[in-house]
């Protein structure tokens, strides 16, 4: 018996239903995390995550969704895309296009770092100078050690010169994805820890005030991660 196929919505009925969901207190919420609301709705990523699959996946579609500017249907656009069909091109727009660190963070877990070139895009963009493409680069990092479990060590190994190099940046935003990126590193598989925990003791012990949080707060989390093991 052949399967009944799914409606799903178009881009404008998801519009009006983020329009209509969104809600003032949420936005102001938003402003007290730092997130940029001048083009938002106020709408939570969980009825985000709700309404992208009312639309389903699509290429176009999220192209759309992107193209509107407006801070949800962002997100959702990194929800829906199909990383197979993501170019350099776009990945480079749409990084340009980060205005937040949220948005930042839900396009790299949910969609740069499913692309055939996601390990060469988080070793690029940790490179660069602009805030939240800096930021992408080391999320990408980060999502990758949680999410590709089948990738060896030595894969994210490579990423730790940048890291290191990186890990002065004074600015907040960075400055917290370079630690997330060699926590999640550090974290990923055993055997791995005792490398990176180098690292972290280094820069922990570093004169540096930015660099020496990194390697503080990567050190905490691992000693409470190697306890865990333990008490197991």
Avoid at 111 to 136: C, G, M, Q, T, V
Avoid at 144 to 152: F, G, R, S, W, Y
Wanted: with cysteine.
């Amino acid at each position: 018996m052949a399967t009944k196929e799914k409606n799903f919505i178009s881009v404008e009925d998801a519009l009006e239903i983020l329009s209509r969901e969104g809600k003032q207190e949420n936005k102001e919420g938003m402003v007290k995390f730092g997130i940029n609301t001048e083009k938002a709705f106020g709408v939570s990523v969980v009825k985000i995550r709700e309404v992208a699959k009312m639309v389903g996946k699509g290429h176009e579609k999220a192209q759309k969704l992107w193209e509107t500017g407006f801070h949800e249907a962002r997100i959702m656009a990194c929800l829906i895309d199909n990383p197979k069909m993501v170019t350099r091109e776009q990945a480079e727009n749409w990084a340009l296009g980060f205005n937040s660190w949220d948005l930042c963070d839900q396009c790299c877990m949910n969609l740069l770092d499913r692309l055939p070139f996601s390990y060469e895009l988080a070793a690029e963009w940790a490179e660069r100078e602009e805030e939240y493409i800096k930021r992408a680069g080391f999320a990408i990092m980060a999502s990758l050690a949680l999410h590709d479990k089948k990738a060896p060590n030595e894969k994210f190994l490579t990423f730790l010169n940048s890291i290191e190099k990186q890990s002065t940046d004074p600015r907040n935003f960075v400055k917290k994805a370079i630690n997330w990126a060699l926590r999640q590193i550090g974290k990923r598989r055993p055997g791995i820890m005792d490398k990176v925990g180098i690292l972290a003791k280094k820069l922990a012990e570093s004169d540096d005030k930015n660099a020496r949080w990194v390697g503080k707060d990567a050190l905490r989390e691992f000693e409470k991660k190697s306890l865990s093991v333990k008490e197991d």
